[in-house]
């Protein structure tokens, strides 16, 4: 298969994926029997004329087909729908808290990347040492325990020293500077931060050291040894470059685990992102709320995912085959 | 058809030899099922084991540990280590049951996907590519917060986001099962399929279904008390996620309540790592494919909480 052809699959397998997601919401949210938007005609003590006032609003009296092209026609706009909250439009609200989610779980990603691969880099090069043996056990327990736990933990450790809750302090200056703002920023940052870089390092350790003792098991690193290259050498430009491959694959693969992540730091933390907003919209029962972010959360894991496909593919162009 | 009954035998039983002297070299195996084993005990006795009784108040609010509360009280003053034992529990059954339908659908979609091959195999594996993209724990969320709180909803709906790395490993098992001399020889002689598939199919993939079981309970335990944390699991339920809950919801953090967090996040984590040292050590001596030389080297294959690690075979 020519590069080309690659490019239009995954893009193309990206838009069906993010196609049944939006049918899914709608199953989900208008067939099935006893569904939210169904319920709404059922407004306790509602007089029939209210009902029925009620199912014309929304539309519950077309056809179920055509109720489905209207959602979609809304969604190829941009609409959907209102929050039962604070009667804001839904896409207003998610701007704001992924404007508040984006830098937090950024940083985390980056940051348990670096560590991770410093750290399984280690680990696979002394393979067997006490070295290996405890970092490797250490990203086991790390891996076992649960985000929010994490999270609570390191509340408890650090309550009084760090900030717990929200995203700046309300009860600062009134006109903080720039310089003072920020700080207080990453005051608050820091735990969530941690907690996700925590959560993730596990896993990245484990699978890039996996990575790279299957490449340091290749007959190439073998011939690379026996031509005297020096162990850094040989593991930065032979070892290290190929075990990027299934690096690469995995770490994006754990998209869903961070997004699941980030829920659970941000309603530990009481950070106002689109964790919270979920949690709230559970809490609430508001429906619009909860389909758009599920929505919102499924287009940029699939985003992400076939970034990394076309980054993979130009890495290594044999997986078009 | 029929194969000579005292070879059958003797490769059998050399294939249990080959697995007990793999599993004889991995002390983590006989750690892991202990730990498990300890557990599951706990969870049949809890009952009696339990100090206290966990529906009042047998002390202060958030009391310390003591020499009558070893692990304190919780938010509502009820004995902390009961609360413990008695969650055990919840938290193994539905961890189990999740695994259960996840294994169900799993192994189906894997088993028809591989064997029949073709569009049926086609159609299986586009799904499964979708439910691997999408954000399960936030599909799980949603479904769950749809559905209702309750117990039943919180097992079905792990267990039929889960399913996706079961179906595409035992699919490559029986994908190359299903080109085996024996196998074909079993069709040609006149097997149907049904036939070929009990007699021939599932005994092969069976232990490696058994060591994914392990694997697959890890993840949804994690799950669940994830979707215990945020309020999904049946509020009456005593459960390790919903101790955690309530530690969250009536800030333990505020009373410096250590004791309200540390433990239930200790007994998740044992069992995780359990699981994972079983699942782990079974998987690797049932995979004949992990025996090839340098991949034998490799002490931890990682299987992503929410991804599809398995896959990168």
């Given at each position: 298969?020519?590069?080309?052809?690659?490019?239009?699959?995954?893009?193309?397998?990206?838009?069906?994926?993010?196609?049944?997601?939006?049918?899914?919401?709608?199953?989900?949210?208008?067939?099935?029997?006893?569904?939210?938007?169904?319920?709404?005609?059922?407004?306790?003590?509602?007089?029939?004329?209210?009902?029925?006032?009620?199912?014309?609003?929304?539309?519950?009296?077309?056809?179920?087909?055509?109720?489905?092209?209207?959602?979609?026609?809304?969604?190829a706009?941009?609409?959907?729908?209102v929050?039962?909250?604070?009667?804001?439009?839904v896409?207003?609200?998610?701007?704001?808290?992924?404007?508040?989610?984006?830098?937090v779980?950024?940083?985390?990603?980056?940051?348990?990347?670096?560590?991770?691969?410093?750290?399984g880099?280690?680990?696979?090069?002394?393979?067997?040492?006490?070295?290996?043996?405890?970092?490797?056990?250490?990203a086991i327990?790390l891996?076992?325990?649960?985000?929010?736990?994490?999270?609570?933990?390191?509340?408890?450790?650090?309550?009084?020293?760090?900030?717990?809750?929200?995203m700046?302090?309300?009860?600062q200056?009134?006109?903080?500077?720039?310089?003072?703002?920020?700080?207080?920023?990453?005051?608050?940052?820091?735990?969530?931060?941690?907690?996700?870089?925590?959560?993730?390092?596990?896993?990245?350790?484990?699978?890039?050291?996996?990575?790279?003792?299957?490449?340091?098991?290749?007959?190439?690193?073998?011939t690379?040894?026996?031509?005297?290259?020096?162990?850094l050498?040989i593991?930065?430009?032979?070892?290290?470059?190929?075990?990027?491959?299934?690096?690469?694959?995995?770490?994006t693969?754990?998209?869903?685990y961070?997004?699941?992540g980030?829920?659970?730091?941000?309603?530990?933390f009481?950070?106002?992102?689109?964790?919270?907003?979920?949690?709230?919209?559970?809490?609430?029962?508001?429906?619009p709320?909860?389909?758009?972010?599920?929505?919102?959360?499924?287009?940029?894991?699939?985003?992400?995912?076939?970034?990394?496909?076309?980054?993979?593919?130009?890495?290594?162009?044999?997986?078009?085959? | 058809?029929?194969?000579?009954?005292?070879?059958?035998?003797?490769?059998?039983?050399s294939?249990?030899?080959?697995?007990?002297?793999?599993?004889?070299?991995?002390?983590?195996?006989?750690?892991?099922?202990?730990?498990?084993?300890?557990?599951?005990?706990?969870a049949?006795?809890?009952?009696?084991?339990?100090?206290?009784?966990?529906?009042?108040?047998?002390?202060?609010?958030?009391?310390?540990?003591?020499?009558?509360?070893?692990?304190?009280?919780?938010?509502?003053?009820?004995?902390?280590?009961?609360?413990?034992?008695?969650g055990?529990?919840i938290s193994?059954?539905v961890?189990?049951?999740?695994t259960?339908?996840?294994?169900?659908?799993?192994?189906?979609?894997?088993?028809?996907?591989?064997?029949?091959?073709?569009?049926?195999?086609?159609?299986?594996?586009?799904?499964?590519?979708?439910?691997?993209?999408?954000?399960?724990?936030?599909?799980?969320?949603?479904?769950?917060?749809?559905?209702?709180?309750?117990?039943?909803?919180?097992?079905?709906?792990?267990?039929?986001?889960l399913?996706?790395?079961?179906?595409?490993?035992?699919?490559?098992?029986?994908?190359?099962?299903?080109?085996?001399?024996?196998?074909?020889?079993?069709?040609?002689?006149?097997?149907?399929h049904?036939?070929?598939?009990v007699?021939?199919i599932?005994?092969?993939?069976?232990?490696?279904?058994?060591?994914?079981?392990?694997?697959?309970?890890?993840?949804?335990?994690?799950?669940?008390?994830?979707?215990?944390?945020?309020?999904?699991?049946?509020?009456?339920?005593?459960?390790?996620?919903?101790?955690?809950?309530?530690?969250?919801?009536?800030?333990?953090?505020?009373?410096?309540?250590?004791?309200?967090?540390?433990?239930?996040?200790?007994?998740?984590?044992?069992?995780?790592?359990?699981?994972?040292?079983?699942?782990q050590?079974?998987?690797?001596?049932?995979?004949?494919?992990?025996?090839?030389?340098?991949?034998?080297?490799?002490?931890?294959?990682?299987?992503?909480?929410?991804?599809?690690?398995?896959?990168?075979?």
């Amino acid at each position: 298969m020519r590069g080309a052809d690659y490019v239009v699959k995954r893009v193309g397998f990206a838009v069906a994926t993010v196609l049944a997601a939006a049918t899914i919401n709608f199953f989900l949210f208008r067939v099935l029997p006893g569904s939210a938007v169904t319920n709404l005609a059922h407004v306790p003590g509602a007089t029939a004329q209210l009902r029925h006032l009620l199912v014309v609003e929304f539309g519950l009296d077309r056809p179920k087909w055509e109720q489905f092209f209207i959602y979609l026609g809304q969604l190829a706009h941009g609409n959907l729908g209102v929050s039962f909250i604070n009667q804001q439009p839904v896409t207003a609200n998610l701007g704001g808290d992924l404007a508040n989610t984006i830098p937090v779980v950024a940083i985390a990603t980056v940051l348990s990347l670096v560590v991770g691969i410093v750290a399984g880099l280690l680990s696979a090069c002394r393979r067997g040492s006490w070295l290996d043996h405890i970092s490797t056990n250490v990203a086991i327990v790390l891996y076992a325990f649960p985000t929010q736990w994490i999270a609570l933990t390191l509340l408890i450790f650090f309550a009084g020293a760090l900030p717990t809750a929200g995203m700046s302090n309300p009860f600062q200056l009134q006109q903080p500077s720039l310089w003072q703002s920020m700080v207080d920023y990453l005051r608050h940052a820091i735990l969530p931060i941690l907690t996700l870089v925590l959560t993730l390092y596990g896993g990245n350790v484990l699978i890039v050291r996996s990575a790279l003792l299957d490449t340091l098991g290749e007959d190439y690193v073998l011939t690379a040894r026996a031509k005297g290259l020096s162990p850094l050498r040989i593991v930065r430009s032979h070892a290290l470059r190929n075990a990027m491959l299934p690096i690469t694959t995995l770490v994006t693969l754990s998209l869903g685990y961070v997004v699941a992540g980030a829920i659970l730091v941000e309603v530990v933390f009481s950070w106002p992102g689109i964790g919270t907003a979920l949690y709230n919209a559970v809490l609430e029962r508001d429906y619009p709320m909860l389909q758009g972010i599920f929505l919102v959360l499924t287009i940029s894991v699939v985003f992400f995912n076939t970034v990394a496909d076309l980054v993979y593919f130009k890495l290594d162009p044999r997986v078009a085959r | 058809m029929e194969e000579p009954a005292p070879r059958l035998h003797a490769r059998a039983r050399s294939r249990l030899e080959a697995a007990a002297r793999t599993l004889q070299r991995r002390p983590a195996m006989t750690v892991g099922a202990l730990i498990l084993a300890a557990f599951v005990t706990i969870a049949a006795i809890a009952p009696w084991a339990a100090p206290y009784a966990t529906g009042h108040a047998t002390g202060p609010v958030y009391g310390p540990p003591s020499s009558r509360h070893w692990l304190g009280l919780d938010d509502g003053g009820i004995d902390m280590l009961s609360l413990l034992l008695v969650g055990s529990r919840i938290s193994l059954i539905v961890g189990a049951a999740a695994t259960l339908v996840a294994i169900g659908v799993g192994g189906t979609v894997g088993v028809l996907s591989g064997y029949f091959g073709g569009a049926v195999d086609t159609l299986l594996m586009r799904v499964t590519d979708y439910f691997l993209v999408i954000p399960d724990v936030v599909l799980m969320i949603v479904v769950a917060a749809l559905w209702g709180p309750s117990l039943p909803h919180v097992v079905l709906v792990i267990g039929l986001l889960l399913w996706t790395s079961t179906a595409r490993i035992i699919r490559s098992q029986v994908k190359s099962l299903r080109e085996r001399v024996y196998v074909r020889r079993a069709r040609v002689m006149g097997a149907g399929h049904l036939r070929v598939l009990v007699k021939h199919i599932l005994p092969q993939v069976g232990p490696l279904l058994i060591a994914n079981t392990i694997l697959t309970m890890a993840i949804a335990i994690f799950d669940e008390t994830a979707l215990d944390f945020l309020g999904l699991g049946d509020p009456n339920a005593v459960s390790w996620g919903i101790i955690l809950e309530h530690a969250n919801l009536r800030t333990a953090v505020t009373y410096g309540a250590w004791w309200a967090v540390i433990p239930a996040g200790v007994c998740i984590a044992l069992v995780i790592v359990g699981c994972y040292l079983v699942g782990q050590a079974l998987e690797d001596a049932l995979n004949p494919r992990l025996r090839v030389s340098h991949l034998a080297t490799r002490q931890w294959r990682l299987r992503a909480l929410a991804g599809r690690g398995s896959e990168a075979e």
